[in-house]
């Protein structure tokens, strides 16, 4: 026998009463599984309290109340945030200081004020407001974040979406629809170990995206590094310099950059950046200024003092990847175990952030959710990575293994694994007749 022969058939393949057979066998798993009375959730990307806890140290900061230059940052001012956060910061983003804004703790409240101020004032290279057009449109990666396409739809722009690969999104549709279609304002884009699909962008990809002919002058890239330091693996994924190509080819005001440390201190205290060129940067400043008269930059002295150094980051993640890396391993580990022969799933293995996508057999993603969920473990509803939560394939899942406790993730994915397989069969033998 060859090694070919003793491969097991993929599930589709194999003879109606061999798949009979397994239908009724995985109907017997899922009420055993059901039985067992589980209460686990794969649903939001959080860190873990371990990983918060890598933190704490925060709380005994800072150390006194005056930066660097001797600013009290108990009081009023300092709109763009603390110099020497905006240094460290820069360093690791690839940006200049002056390219970067040192904020509050959600990077997601500067994209939301990014947007309406583009629709109430266009940005610094608009003819007029966005919201002047008669139709906004943005390009969206898919599978991407769910609350990028939600804040689109709550702003009245619409969407269009093209594939996202491993290198990114397909760059050739990028472009055809943005030098074709002037109400294509921008695109989303998350560029290192994106949420869900872990892609990192290449520098090729970057390099047209950055020097694209696009129909509307005044088109955006969205770039949202949420997870630029956030690598699985000893070999740390490099970020593009979006703001530096995008100079080079004459669109010097085409990228925004945000990012933060809610996955690197606190999710719910840390401190977010959005940076560009130094025009973006007053722009975003000038409309911000309408509202505030300064970040918490004792927050911002905090994380100062607590990194140190734009190594004292790299080191703190290290820490991170040493407690959730062997969570993405166990996911793998039971995929391959439990799916890996049959044919009714495809999932990443992504080398940095926080997500796993699996795609299962077209037409069965909310099934398994739904039985998943009657099981006890709570995944993301079905189409929540598509605009309008709406996943034309009905395939995809995001799985989001970084809070649950070690023998939790292993609990839930083999859960996960019994409903995948359920739902196949199930699909199989309907599609039979
Ligand atoms: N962008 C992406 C791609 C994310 O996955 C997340 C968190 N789920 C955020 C932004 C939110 O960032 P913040 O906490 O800085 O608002």
Redesign the pocket.
């Known amino acids: 026998m060859t090694a070919q022969d003793s491969q097991p058939l993929p599930l589709a393949q194999r003879p109606a009463e061999e798949v009979d057979a397994f239908l009724t066998r995985e109907q017997e798993a899922y009420d055993a599984l059901r039985a067992a009375g589980l209460t686990l959730d794969l649903t939001r990307?959080k860190p873990a309290p371990a990983q918060l806890a890598l933190a704490d140290r925060l709380l005994d900061l800072p150390d006194g109340f005056t930066d660097r230059d001797g600013v009290d940052t108990r009081n009023y001012g300092g709109l763009a945030g603390l110099a020497e956060l905006r240094e460290m910061f820069a360093e690791l983003l690839g940006l200049e200081p002056a390219q970067l804004v040192a904020g509050g703790n959600?990077?997601?409240v500067m994209m939301r004020e990014v947007l309406v101020d583009l629709v109430l004032h266009g940005a610094v290279d608009s003819e007029r407001p966005w919201g002047r057009e008669d139709k906004i449109t943005f390009i969206c990666p898919v599978p991407g974040?769910d609350r990028h396409f939600t804040l689109l739809d709550w702003l009245g722009i619409e969407t269009v979406t093209v594939e996202m690969g491993e290198d990114g999104p397909d760059v050739e549709e990028v472009a055809r629809l943005a030098a074709s279609d002037p109400s294509i304002k921008g695109m989303w884009l998350?560029p290192t170990y994106a949420?869900p699909t872990g892609s990192v962008v290449t520098q090729e990809v970057a390099e047209r995206l950055a020097s694209m002919p696009t129909a509307a002058p005044d088109f955006k890239i969205l770039w949202?590094n949420?997870y630029a330091l956030h690598h699985l693996t000893p070999e740390d994924a490099k970020t593009a310099d979006i703001v530096s190509l995008a100079a080079a080819a004459g669109h010097p005001h085409r990228p925004i950059v945000f990012a933060?440390t809610?996955k690197i201190t606190y999710?719910g205290a840390g401190v977010?950046f959005l940076g560009g060129s130094v025009e973006t940067v007053q722009w975003y400043l000038a409309h911000l200024g309408q509202g505030s008269i300064g970040p918490d930059k004792v927050n911002q002295l905090r994380h100062v003092q607590f990194f140190g150094s734009a190594q004292g980051v790299r080191d703190h993640m290290v820490r991170h990847r040493e407690i959730i890396a062997p969570k993405f391993a166990e996911v793998d580990r039971v995929l391959e175990e439990q799916l890996g022969d049959l044919g009714v799933a495809t999932w990443t293995r992504p080398a940095g952030g926080?997500f796993v996508s699996l795609d299962v057999l077209d037409g069965t993603a909310t099934r398994v959710i739904a039985l998943a969920k009657e099981a006890g473990v709570a995944l993301t509803p079905a189409g929540s990575a598509f605009p309008g939560s709406h996943d034309p394939r009905d395939r995809n899942i995001r799985l989001a293994p970084t809070f649950p406790q070690p023998a939790d993730v292993t609990a839930a994915m083999e859960a996960v694994a019994t409903c995948v397989r359920l739902a196949a069969a199930e699909k199989l033998v309907a599609d039979r007749g």
């Open positions: 990307g959600a990077s997601l974040y998350v949420n949202d949420a933060s809610s999710a977010a926080y």
